[in-house]
């Protein structure tokens, strides 16, 4: 089965730049999205079609997409931007995929 | 604006059957372009798809758990249920239903419920 693999953790100072990573085989023909989901919290979408960003987010959230490998990343972070951040996309069948997480500590 | 909301039991007992009611508002499932998918997360671990469904009324499921899974809608309603069969403790989670938007490179989530926590348990 398609996966999407993320590292399992990341972690920063305030004000730096943390750049989580997500692979996946079909990457290169389908897009990439990213939700934040902060403990107790139904996740919410911070990156859809790669590198677009949805009304409310910070514009320090961005996204690109090269090859098998997708990349979030938070131009200075903040400590209210802990939290799990999963990577999704869909395979050449049309099924939905989420990554396994990568827990984000700002400290 | 677009909210939803999951319902059902909270708990159930292995070999049941579960049923959860996703409730909707702020879009139609006639909708050409729109949809409805279901997620769980076990607790502390990773979200994983189970089912969607489509505003035509094509289903998809995760093939891991389709033989288990149902889903269906009701457009006057606005409510989309999922059945999961021969429930067992491994299935312990929070199940969300969400919005999806399906676009040519495939489709996404964009508003989700706040989730229900089923327990599965004798």
Request: include cysteine; aromatic fraction near 12%; proline fraction near 6%.
């Amino acid at each position: 089965s398609y996966e999407l693999t993320q590292p399992p953790s990341v972690s920063v100072s305030p004000g730096q730049t943390a750049r989580i990573t997500c692979s996946g085989d079909a990457l290169p023909k389908k897009y990439a999205y990213w939700y934040q989901q902060k403990s107790g919290q139904a996740p919410v979408l911070v990156i859809y079609e790669d590198s677009k960003r949805p009304s409310g987010i910070p514009e320090r959230f961005s996204g690109s997409s090269s090859g098998t490998m997708a990349t979030l990343t938070i131009s200075g972070a903040q400590v209210e931007d802990e939290a799990d951040y999963y990577c999704y996309s869909t395979d050449s069948s049309g099924n939905a995929v989420f990554g396994g997480g990568t827990q984000l500590t700002v400290l | 604006q677009i909210t939803l909301k999951e319902s059902g039991p909270t708990l159930v007992k292995p070999t049941q059957t579960l049923t959860l009611t996703c409730t909707f508002s702020g879009f139609s499932l006639s909708t050409s372009g729109v949809g409805v998918g279901w997620i769980r997360q076990p607790p502390g671990k990773a979200l994983e798809w189970l089912a969607l469904i489509y505003w035509d009324d094509d289903k998809r499921y995760s093939p891991s758990l389709k033989s288990r899974l149902t889903i269906t809608k009701d457009t006057s309603k606005n409510q989309v249920v999922l059945t999961m069969t021969n429930m067992d403790p491994v299935d312990t989670a929070t199940y969300y239903c969400a919005h999806f938007l399906y676009s040519s490179k495939g489709y996404y989530f964009d508003y989700w419920g706040q989730g229900t926590l089923v327990t599965v348990s004798s």
